[in-house]
């Protein structure tokens, strides 16, 4: 199975990661770094890289959303990941403005 891993800031007082190319993978997981103000993340998406990003929702109308803690490695799956799949282009969205500079790596297949 072919993988990928991305890491993204998300900078200080901000709330959203720089985009990502997806490049035909699936988002599959999110490792987190050991400090983060946020508890969740969400994602928006474009179909170009320099395009709007909207926010993703499930077929159920849900916001497409993951628990986040610190130091995690957090699976992405089922409905997340299926939501996100059609869209070249991603972003992840913490729910508070961070304190610092936040590393994330994004893991595709």
């Given amino acids: 199975m072919k993988a990928k891993q991305v890491t993204v800031t998300i900078a200080s007082g901000g709330t959203t990661s720089g985009a990502v190319r997806m490049d035909n993978y699936m988002l599959a997981g999110i490792i987190t770094p050991s400090a983060l103000t946020g508890t969740a993340f969400t994602f928006t998406v474009s179909n170009t890289f320099a395009g709007t990003y909207v926010p993703v929702y499930d077929a ?3 916001q497409v959303s993951v628990p986040a803690a610190v130091s995690r490695a957090l699976g992405v799956s089922g ?3 299926d939501a996100l799949a059609p869209w070249p282009f991603v972003k ?3 729910n508070a403005a961070e304190g610092a500079d936040r590393s994330v ?4 297949k």
């Fill in 92 to 94: 992840i969205v913490s």
């Fill in 105 to 108: 790596t994004l893991c595709f």
């Fill in 60 to 62: 159920n109308g849900n």
């Fill in 79 to 81: 409905a997340e990941a």
